[in-house]
């Protein structure tokens, strides 16, 4: 069903969930803290509702008080929460189990955190099912919630531990625990954050589905715009902890009436553009915090088009028609095109130039096997050892002051292939060529000066900054480790760096449990550039961040490598982030490189099918684009058993016969240099392609 066919389905219908005028404070020390204001929202059956903002603008805290699951310092100080028409605000914590079990289920972001480790996957679901049916035949119930889910072999993934499980199999299994509670409304909170862009794509057809299928509503948390319009019937914006804008998702795509709903829209890189042709707009500032009190509007001091009123008048969240509402003092003004708001977000980011510079890295036949432990009946037994091909026979180079990106799934070797790089991993075999230089395969066999010129930045600034330490105190380190540094030059440059990261110099004396996530991921590129490196690998840097935060990390290093003429190899799985950034991309797959080319070679086709599933995959930010979705089937196969011939075959959906099962495709180049490695014709895939394109249109 289409999504505006859903929205004459669910006209007429009463809602399921009606929640109003809902406040919840937090207790800080001895004091409470607002951390949800006048929130509202309306759900039906069959009906999936998003929330959408920055981090810490109230969005989990809304979800969490529906479910009447705030921990022990929050309460709800006013409001109502009706579930089919039943107030259940007051009801004992008894009876909210009763409803946890019967009618409200949520499903957490992380879905290892939320399965037990030492139970198999299998019994956990039967558990569910025991608890709320009575029936004999648990088995088959279990099997039939994993087909559900659109798991293959039910039968053997029910007998699997969930580490043995990859992260889309495992959000699936969540998923099976909380349709087999056959729930009427779903609360999601950001359960595809951490996926790929083709799992996520999965999981989403997935969820609307089920929510179809079962008539059930749902509430969709995110940061992903483009998710949301995908989705999602209806939204609601949160900043600052209240509602800044409401509607169908249509209108609020179209036509976005707060300025920070347009501010977040402006932010989310479109897939084609490019560092050289656009900087990406950034809201400029950083969201308030619980703590702080504002007498206007919470959003005032990062507005640009805020008036002295803004400042000292808090606005009240104005209906505009039935289905319709936003909280801002100069609405009718955008409204009626008086105002013109997105053009006033702007970058600080100039004209990136071109840079031609002599080759920097220069990588041969790099491969990496591991060698799995073998047990003792395999001992016993003379069986050799599984080998893990996670890295097979890859060639690149990357020119100094350019940006070669890598895309591909998780378990496609990418972040194999940059500790390999890095000197984390030892080579199986292969060449690394740096500055052309040979080095080691390992960190601790180069000298010093390939280590100054090397660098990374890992994907979660959390884990790679050490929390004992002062944000200058880790910055400090590799100038004076690495740049050779006297302590009192070290302090200096520390507050240089700083300033070139768009932090002051107060930030020096923080730690990093001080800090947001956009803040750290900050600190953390200030370090990578201490040693003002030749090359720097980035690893995902941006895939946990808002939108807002992810486009000024972006612009942020693209002025980097203007200025200091740095290059990157940038690692991600969203194609969109990285055409933006990349001056050329390489797809990679189960450990093969699928496809190389400029960026702007993959605005149009020819692609690698893989590519182009990838492509289809990326959720884009407008409700009424008519894209072509090619699912994948299946997760990527494992590299202990590779398949023959292309290793894409298995899920390919252009596969042309035996061919593809039993040969290696060879690589075909096409224009200057792009280079895409099938069995399908260039001429062939182009037809293709440009087929498929005339059929989104129609």
Known sequence: MELNDWYNVVNNISSLLDVNNLHVSYQIG???????????????????????GESGSGKTTAIKAIMRYLGKNGRITDGTIYINGEDILHKSRHEMRQLWSNTLHMVPQNPFTALNPSIKVGEQIAEVIRRHTRSKNVSAQVFAALQAVRLADPQRIAERYPHELSGGQQQRIILAMAFSS??????????????????????????????????AGAIYVTH?????????????????????????????????????????????PRFGQGKRQQALRTILGQPPSITSSRKGCVFANRCPVALEKCFQEHPKLTSIDESRSVRCHRWSEIADGSLAVEQQFLSNLGKISKIEGKTLLKVEGLTKHFSTPRSIIDILAGQPADVIRAVEDVSLSIRE???????????????????????????????????????KGNASQRPHEILKQLQMVFQNPQES??????????????????????????????????GAVNLDASYAER???????????????????????ELIVC????????????????????????????????????????????DFIAVMYLGSLMEVGYSRDYDHPPHHPYTEALLSA??????????????????????????????FHTRCPRKIGTICEEEEPPWQQHGEEQYIRCHIPIEELIVMQNQSQKTEMT
């Not at 790929?196 to 999965?202: I, N």
């Not at 799934?409 to 500055?435: H, N, P, Y």
């Open 30 to 52: 001895r004091k409470w803290y607002s951390a949800l204001r006048e929130f509202r929202v309306k759900v039906h059956t069959k009906q999936i509702h998003g929330i959408v």
């Open 182 to 215: 056959q729930p009427q409304l779903l609360l999601l909170d950001e359960p595809t954050t951490a996926l790929d862009v083709t799992t996520e794509a999965a999981i989403l057809d997935l969820i609307r589905a089920l929510v179809l299928e079962t008539n």
């Open 224 to 268: 992903n715009l483009g998710v949301v319009a995908q989705l999602c019937h209806s939204v609601t914006v949160m900043y600052g902890v209240e509602v800044m804008e409401e509607g169908d998702v249509n209108s609020i795509f179209e036509t976005p009436l707060h300025p920070y709903t347009i501010g977040l829209l402006a932010c989310v």
């Open 401 to 439: 002051g350019r940006t070669l990106g890598l895309v591909g799934e998780s378990g496609s070797g990418k972040t194999t292939l940059a500790r390999m790089i890095i000197g984390l991993t030892d080579c199986t075999r292969g060449k690394i060529s740096f500055m052309g230089i040979e080095v």
């Open 465 to 498: 900054l050490n929390p004992y330490l002062t944000v200058g105190q880790a910055i400090r380190r590799p100038l004076i480790k690495l740049a050779k540094l006297k302590r009192k030059a070290a302090d200096t440059e520390v507050i240089r760096l700083l």
């Open 511 to 533: 730690y990093p449990s001080e800090l947001s996530g956009g803040e750290k991921q900050r600190v953390a590129i200030a370090r990578a550039f201490a040693s003002n490196p």
């Open 539 to 582: 690893d995902e840097p941006v895939s946990a961040l808002d939108v807002s935060v992810q486009a000024a990390v972006l612009n942020l290093l693209a002025k980097l490598q203007e200025e200091r003429k740095t290059a990157y190899l940038f690692i991600s799985h969203d194609l969109a982030v990285v055409r933006y950034l990349a």
């Open 618 to 647: 990326i959720p884009i930010p407008d409700p009424s684009a008519n894209t072509e979705h090619i699912r994948l089937s299946d997760d990527i196969p494992s590299p202990r058993d590779l398949p023959r011939g292309c290793r």
